[in-house]
């Protein structure tokens, strides 16, 4: 069974600093995985799906990495603004790339001014 | 841009009454799902539908769960008889089909209070 974890749970940083959210997932055979973002009481927007094939996926300041043998990967946000703050998951389906997602118990970021 | 739509945003109902959660999915999306996630806990999966059949369905989607797609745009989930720790924020999901098409796309969720 399919289990993920995200490090740290919680994460609180001044505004400008690069940082790094972990994740890992028991079972390596993963077709892909997906990053979201979660603001308080909100829903879930994507924000990077890194493909199994793929090591890093980029968009604006967010790169992801995936290591699938080691089953991790990492979200790495530069240049960390006060709008940044939310939860973020991330999450895996099964071998195939539309299975169920699996999530993370997320880590709350928090970046002050 | 496209989005997923869910209607109500809140719903507060009374335990053994019968819920209906709608969702629009985004219109050339072919895989719809539910999810769910209790107050500070993960986001669980509960249903997946393609091609107008439940796909893959968890522990917790029981005989009290069912869904539906009753026209070409509307994706249902019914709950019949509510129970307390049914009250969760419930969220809809829909995804295209092909490859490198995979990510799936969230609804902003109905917050469901069963009393």
């Known amino acids: 069974k399919q289990e993920v974890t995200q490090i740290p749970a919680a994460l609180s940083v001044p505004e400008g600093e690069n940082l790094v959210l972990n994740c890992s997932f028991t079972d390596s055979a993963i077709y892909n995985l997906q990053w979201f973002r979660q603001d308080p009481g909100k829903g879930l927007t994507s924000l990077l799906l890194?493909?199994?094939?793929?090591r890093e996926q980029t968009s604006g300041r967010l790169n992801a990495s995936l290591d699938k043998s080691s089953g991790r990967s990492t979200l790495y946000i530069a240049a960390s603004q006060p709008g940044d703050s939310a939860t973020y998951l991330c999450?895996?389906?099964?071998?195939?790339?539309?299975?169920?997602?699996?999530f993370g118990t997320g880590t709350r970021l928090l970046v002050s001014p | 841009e496209p989005e997923v739509t869910q209607t109500p945003s809140h719903q507060v109902t009374q335990m053994g009454q019968e819920v209906i959660l709608r969702c629009v999915p985004i219109s050339n999306h072919l895989y719809f799902y539910w999810y769910r996630q209790i107050l500070g806990q993960k986001v669980e999966f509960l249903v997946s539908f393609y091609n107008n059949e439940i796909s893959e369905k968890s522990e917790i989607f029981d005989d009290q769960f069912s869904v539906e797609r009753p026209d070409g745009s509307n994706f249902t989930l019914k709950i019949r008889s509510t129970k307390l720790e049914d009250s969760a924020m419930y969220f809809c999901?829909?995804?295209?089909f092909g490859s490198g098409m995979e990510t799936q796309y969230f609804g902003p969720g109905t917050r469901l209070l069963v009393l």
């Open positions: 890194i493909q199994s094939s793929q």
């Open positions: 999901a829909s995804a295209q």
């Open positions: 999450a895996v389906p099964g071998n195939t790339g539309f299975q169920k997602l699996v």
